[in-house]
């Protein structure tokens, strides 16, 4: 069984940044497309960036530039380092894994999630 558990979320002000950590257990991040969603009070959870299993990444429009994806394979962690925050990027994050080699997925295991507050 994967278990996915995030870190790293937490307040700041606009401009500023943060980075998200996803530590993976029970099998290699690398035997998934592993992404990163939001969502937003009263919105739809978003896809915000993934990464393959070959490390090709994928980024939602409004974070390009901005957000990078990245794994280190020695401690089994996905990062999301989020750059120039802004007040729309206040959301709860969660890390989630897929099986599906396919960008939107579907994702089979999900983190609990954690915080970002961007105060502007």
């Known amino acids: 069984q994967v278990q996915l558990v995030e870190s790293g979320g937490g307040s700041v002000q606009a401009g500023g940044s943060l980075r998200l950590s996803c530590a993976v257990s029970?099998?290699?991040?690398?035997?998934?497309?592993m992404g990163w969603f939001r969502q937003a009070p009263g919105k739809e959870r978003e896809l915000v960036a993934t990464?393959?299993?070959?490390?090709?990444?994928y980024y939602v429009d409004s974070v390009k530039g901005r957000f990078t994806i990245s794994g280190d394979s020695a401690k089994n962690t996905v990062y999301l380092q989020m750059n120039s925050l802004k007040p729309e990027d206040t959301a709860v994050y969660y890390c989630?894994?897929?099986?599906?080699?396919?960008?939107?997925?579907?994702?089979?295991?999900w983190g609990q999630g954690t915080q970002v507050t961007v105060s502007s």
């Open positions: 990464i393959s299993s070959s490390g090709s990444t």
């Open positions: 989630a894994a897929a099986l599906s080699t396919i960008v939107a997925g579907p994702y089979d295991y």
């Open positions: 029970g099998r290699s991040f690398r035997s998934y497309t």
